[in-house]
């Protein structure tokens, strides 16, 4: 079956500064990659995601590449605030069900 | 425009009792999934639903997890004879159709002691 790593576990940042999140993922056949945002005793809020006939999309601060070739795929968040920080899941899927990655704790400092 | 809508929101079970998990998925959404997330994890795919029917149930860990969705609207999940490792957060998505966005509820947190 499909397997998602992620990296890193946790990031630190400074606010301000841009945070960058990592997956890859090992079946050729995913096609839809989300990216989700888990705050603390929520459920996991969709806040980007990308399928695999396109190599970038971008939303205000958020943004998120592809790269189908290399089977990897990464979150990128710029001028971050403490409001950013948050657990943050990248998932991939082939068809119904979404395998999801480990998880980046992320902490914007101000 | 409520989202999904999961109860109860905790749960602690003595070791050996049956429970039962609900999910009020959005309106008019087709598909539903059910996951299981344990602390510092990422979810891990438990079962879906398309409408009334279960399609895949390949991530149910053992037989006494069950899941039903009768009308094809509001889903159970029962955990029979829980154990200690049942302990997790057990989240319910739906979506629209089967490859659209995934909504998630907020999660039932369920201790088994």
């Known amino acids: 079956g499909e397997n998602v790593e992620q990296h890193p576990s946790t990031l630190s940042v400074q606010e301000g500064d841009s945070a960058v999140i990592k997956c890859t993922y090992s079946?050729?056949?995913?096609?839809?990659f989300p990216w989700y945002k888990q705050e603390l005793g929520k459920g996991p809020q969709l806040i980007i995601d990308i399928r695999s006939n396109v190599g970038e999309k971008k939303d205000q601060r958020i943004a998120v590449t592809l790269n189908k070739t290399a089977k990897h795929f990464s979150l990128h968040i710029t001028e971050t605030q403490p409001e950013d920080s948050a657990v943050y899941f990248c998932a991939s899927s082939s068809g119904n069900m979404l395998t999801f990655g480990g998880g980046t704790r992320l902490m914007v400092k101000p | 425009g409520a989202g999904v809508s999961q109860s109860p929101r905790y749960k602690v079970a003595k070791r050996g009792q049956d429970v039962a998990l609900r999910c009020d998925p959005i309106?008019?959404?087709?598909?539903l999934f059910w996951y299981q997330q344990a602390l510092g994890q990422g979810p891990e795919f438990l079962t879906y639903?398309?409408?009334?029917?279960?399609?895949?149930k390949s991530g149910l860990p053992s037989d006494r997890f069950f899941a039903e969705r009768p009308e094809g609207s509001v889903s159970t999940l029962k955990i029979q004879r829980t154990q200690q490792e049942d302990s997790a957060v057990y989240l319910c998505?739906?979506?629209?159709?089967?490859?659209?966005?995934?909504?998630f509820g907020q999660g039932t947190r369920l201790t088994v002691v």
């Open positions: 309106s008019g959404h087709v598909s």
């Open positions: 079946d050729s056949a995913s096609n839809y």
């Open positions: 639903f398309q409408n009334e029917a279960q399609l895949d």
């Open positions: 998505a739906s979506s629209l159709m089967w490859d659209t966005e995934a909504f």
